[in-house]
């Protein structure tokens, strides 16, 4: 291996302390951290792992830009080769579900979470890209947070969120968590994908014709599911977070809206 830098192959982890594992990434257990390393097999060329070094790179510079951003997991340090982030117990959404059940009121104080994170963080003038059950992290108390950004993109601080839309918007970013609370409410992955609908020869992506996804009118939530699938019918995340503040369970009170600050601060 002739990388500039040293990075264990997955063999060297114990597999009581593999936390998860993606496309370029491993998360290992240290102690109360989790850490994210670039992945590398035995078989893994220079060229991969410079390539999977980059993708972890990339994300250094968006958790510098979120801080500590409530709904986002913390990161707490960062070296060329390696991310550290606060210990999430109970692993990843999609992995939760393929065990658990969890109850409406659970599933609402997710949704709530989710969106009010999101946007907090376009807010910081950041499109996440790839929301999916699988970059959602679970607390020991099941308090959920985002994690994950080898595919988001960083803009400018000037940059008006509303507007900007380079096949990836704030409004893509509604879409796809509208599927993430789909999977959660049905139990079936729900793809969204930009890319499918657009010619071979396309350089940005589009809105994909609502044929291609499920239908919503029977299941709950499914009006603010629809909405999310619809372009425009939220002008942004605080827009879907407000309607989910206003859903009531037999066993929840009434929301208030007290002390909610409006996130809704794109342009």
């Known amino acids: 291996m002739t990388s500039a830098y040293h990075v264990d192959p997955i063999g060297c982890f114990p597999q009581e302390q593999i936390f998860g594992m993606g496309r370029i990434g491993l998360v290992v257990r240290k102690g109360n951290l989790a850490v994210k390393l670039p992945l590398r097999w035995s078989s893994s060329s220079d060229d991969e792992m410079k390539a999977n070094i980059e993708c972890l790179q990339h994300e250094q510079p968006i958790y510098q830009r979120l801080g500590q951003c409530a709904g986002v997991v913390p990161c707490l340090g960062f070296t060329k080769t390696s991310i550290q982030l606060q210990l999430m117990e109970n692993g990843d959404l999609r992995c939760y579900l393929g065990q658990n059940k969890a109850s409406k009121s659970l599933q609402l104080r997710w ?108 299941i709950w939530l499914g009006s603010i599911i629809e909405k999310c699938w619809t372009q425009g019918a939220y002008l942004s995340a605080y827009d879907l977070y407000k309607e989910l503040d206003f859903v009531e369970l037999d066993d929840e009170p009434s929301p208030l809206m007290l002390g909610v600050e409006d996130t809704n601060n794109l342009c």
Request: with cysteine; proline share 6%; hydrophobic share 40%.
């Open 111 to 218: 949704f709530r979470t989710m969106a009010r994170a999101l946007a907090r963080i376009h807010d910081r003038r950041i499109l996440v890209v790839d929301i999916a059950s699988r970059n959602f992290l679970l607390d020991s108390e099941l308090s959920i947070s985002f994690c994950g950004y080898t595919e988001s993109t960083i803009l400018p601080l000037s940059t008006c969120m509303q507007t900007v839309d380079g096949g990836y918007s704030i409004q893509t970013d509604i879409e796809q968590l509208g599927a993430v609370m789909y999977e959660v409410i049905v139990g079936d992955k729900c793809k969204f994908d930009i890319w499918e609908s657009a010619p071979p020869d396309a350089t940005r992506g589009v809105w994909p014709p609502r044929e291609g996804l499920p239908r919503t009118n029977e």
